[in-house]
């Protein structure tokens, strides 16, 4: 009885084992996965991009006459006060040398130019002369009519006579004016250049050019002495406390957005984060080539910098900001990352976790946002699903958090 008890106890130690061996030989190992539980909290969808800050409003100086213009007084970030900072000093152009042709018919036209004049002053002398003769008889014919001796048709005559003679003076005196003026002119050709220059009795210098608004200089385009056309631009001036960002999007993005539209600043170089509000997008797209060669169709979107000046120090025009731009927001959402998502029969679905189980779940998703994605049905918050499942994740497949095994 004894050694039979003892052969039915070995017999069951050895039955144990071998199913241990069995078991631990067949038995399948729960998959490492990552877990993440479904929450809700606020959510926003943004549109990114890259953007660089300009002044809105620049004013540009530019030389209203041709000549030149000396070296600028003013350089690039200098303080300017509205019409009291000389900015540029534009010198008149000079006259230009004669050849010998054009100097033999200045000299020519200033000869003519003194004959007609002393013609006019001759015909000035004669028309004195014959309103002056008028005159006297006209008060011969006055007295003698008062005298009763001649007739007021004498009269008549007389005063027409008159009248003809002071407007042949009137005109000789125009004649006259004429002539000095084009005599004038003709000399005027025969200036020399050194006749011409600044400080000379004939010099006009210079056309002082002043600070069209209170600013800083932001580009000089003439810093020193040379020549200019009227019209060239010599410097701009703007304020930089009056910043706007300018942001490149693709339209398919611009579309999406509205005027007013919140955008939040960041990677600007200094601390926090800026406000700006869509004010514009540009009514024109163009066609630009990505970096992958891919053609694409970009448009401008221009933003109003909301934070006041204080809290920005040193940001200037040009500058590189990032922009993240609020095309939704929620206050409360139930969200589920992107990760955990992926294509099931046309739709949407994640693998939730309960009890170390896999489990299968179909979910119906809304707006989508950088990571994650609004869930409109299929979850609960406090649900575990499986972020980034792989191949070996099925439903009803055993798991096991990936943090509890470190």
């Not at 890259?50 to 620049?58: A, P």
């Not at 209170?214 to 040379?226: A, F, Y």
């Not at 699903?385 to 055993?398: L, M, T």
Request: proline share 5%; aromatic share 4%.
């Amino acid at each position: 009885m004894m050694l039979s008890a003892r052969n039915v106890i070995l017999a069951g130690i050895g039955a144990a084992l071998l199913g241990g061996l069995l078991y631990a030989a067949f038995r399948t190992d729960p998959v490492p996965v990552d877990l993440h539980r479904v929450a809700r909290a606020p959510m926003q969808v943004t549109v990114n991009a890259d953007g660089k800050t300009r002044i809105r409003d620049i004013y540009e100086v530019a030389t209203p006459i041709s000549g030149t213009a000396q070296r600028s007084p003013v350089e690039v970030g200098d303080r300017v006060t509205a019409g009291q900072t000389v900015v540029a000093i534009v010198e008149p152009t000079a006259p230009a040398l004669l050849d010998t042709r054009s100097r033999v018919q200045a000299e020519a036209a200033v000869r003519e130019s003194e004959a007609a004049r002393a013609r006019a002053e001759s015909e000035l002398r004669r028309a004195e002369e014959d309103l002056a003769y008028a005159e006297s008889q006209y008060e011969r014919a006055e007295t003698l009519v008062e005298r009763g001796v001649a007739s007021f048709t004498r009269l008549e005559d007389v005063t027409q006579q008159l009248a003809s003679a002071r407007a042949a003076r009137d005109a000789a005196t125009s004649g006259l004016d004429m002539a000095e003026s084009a005599l004038e002119r003709a000399r005027a050709a025969l200036i020399l250049p050194a006749e011409d220059g600044p400080g000379s009795l004939n010099g006009a210098c210079c056309v002082e050019l002043h600070a069209p608004i209170d600013g800083v200089v932001l580009d000089v385009d003439v810093i020193s002495e040379r020549p200019v056309v009227i019209g060239s631009r010599l410097l701009s001036v703007g304020r930089p406390d009056n910043l706007e960002i300018v942001a490149d999007l693709l339209s398919s993005d611009a579309v999406r957005l509205e005027e007013g539209d919140h955008a939040m600043v960041e990677r600007w170089g200094g601390e926090g984060t800026l406000e700006a509000r869509l004010r514009r997008i540009e009514p024109v797209a163009r066609t630009k080539v990505s970096a992958l060669g891919i053609e694409e169709q970009r448009v401008d979107a221009l933003f109003g910098i909301v934070s006041p000046p204080e809290v920005r120090p040193g940001l200037g025009d040009g500058f590189s900001v990032f922009l993240r731009i609020v095309e939704w927001e929620i206050g409360d959402a139930l969200q589920v990352p992107l990760s955990a998502l992926f294509r099931r029969d046309g739709g949407w679905a994640v693998f939730t976790v309960a009890d170390g189980t896999a489990s299968l779940a179909p979910v119906k998703i809304g707006r989508r946002g950088e990571t994650t994605a609004q869930v409109l049905d299929g979850l609960a918050a406090g649900a575990r699903v499986i972020s980034h499942p792989s191949d070996k994740v099925a439903d009803g497949v055993a798991v096991v958090d990936r943090e509890t095994l470190q």
